[in-house]
């Protein structure tokens, strides 16, 4: 079955330079999520797309915006880069219902490093 | 706001040992419960889940109940593999928070053979 893809795998910055993380969610799925992951610690919600509009919004830093376009991929644009930032970011993606929102499956995620 | 509590680890284990990890939540509305497990270097794979009340997850040999009266969801397993050696998520998702994860600290489980 087609998982969650995320590009690209790894990625190492220079502080104040920007980077963009890609997702492509699995088929069918219209929801979007983007959590971080700092060493050693637990996935932290920043913010998901629901049909291309925002729909929550949790910790992210002004410097971050995202998107989910018209294909229903999203990325992540992180600017002004810091040390801090480096982290595993992983996008999730499901299916909504008008009940209840589905299961989130997880991609691989994008290994971050700011140097 | 929704958090989640979960044991900490590590916990080490000899094959074939039973495993109970413990997790506690709060939430604000009626959340559905999960386990992730992330393999070293990997991402999240979702173990199981349980979406209401005395539901019973349960997955690759690993079980779960959804147990209201005591906000809990600890996860067990009778007979572990070296193969099951990985760090434990427990999570909620809470419909009237916007349907995201919130997850605990996760618990690192070694399995010794």
């Known amino acids: 079955a087609a998982g969650v893809i995320q590009s690209p795998r790894h990625l190492i910055k220079e502080k104040r330079e920007t980077a963009t993380l890609k997702c492509y969610p699995i088929?069918?799925?219209?929801?979007v999520y983007w959590y971080q992951q700092g060493p050693g610690q637990d996935p932290q919600f920043l913010i998901s797309?629901?049909?291309?509009?925002?729909?929550d919004k949790g910790s992210i830093p002004d410097r971050f915006s995202a998107q989910q376009f018209s294909d229903y991929h999203s990325e992540l644009n992180m600017s002004s880069l810091e040390l801090g930032d480096s982290a595993l970011y992983f996008c999730?993606?499901?299916?909504?219902?008008?009940?209840?929102?589905?299961?989130?499956?997880f991609g691989p995620g994008t290994r971050l490093l700011v140097l | 706001g929704d958090s989640v509590t979960q044991m900490e680890g590590p916990v080490t284990l000899s094959e074939e040992a039973f495993l109970t990890i413990n997790c506690t939540y709060t939430a604000t509305g009626y959340p559905s419960l999960f386990w992730y497990v992330q393999y070293p270097g990997e991402g999240l794979q979702l173990l199981l889940k349980?979406?209401?009340?005395?539901d019973k997850g349960s997955n690759k040999g690993f079980e779960a109940t959804y147990r209201k009266e005591t906000t809990s969801f600890h996860l067990e397993k009778g007979s572990v593999q070296v193969s099951d050696s990985a760090v434990y998520f427990c999570?909620?998702?809470?419909?009237?928070?916007?349907?995201?994860?919130?997850f605990g600290g996760g618990t690192r489980v070694l399995v010794k053979p």
């Open positions: 349980a979406t209401k009340a005395d």
């Open positions: 999570a909620l998702s809470d419909g009237a928070a916007g349907n995201k994860l919130t």
């Open positions: 999730a993606s499901s299916h909504s219902t008008t009940i209840k929102q589905e299961t989130q499956y």
């Open positions: 088929p069918r799925h219209d929801t």
């Open positions: 797309f629901y049909e291309k509009m925002q729909s």
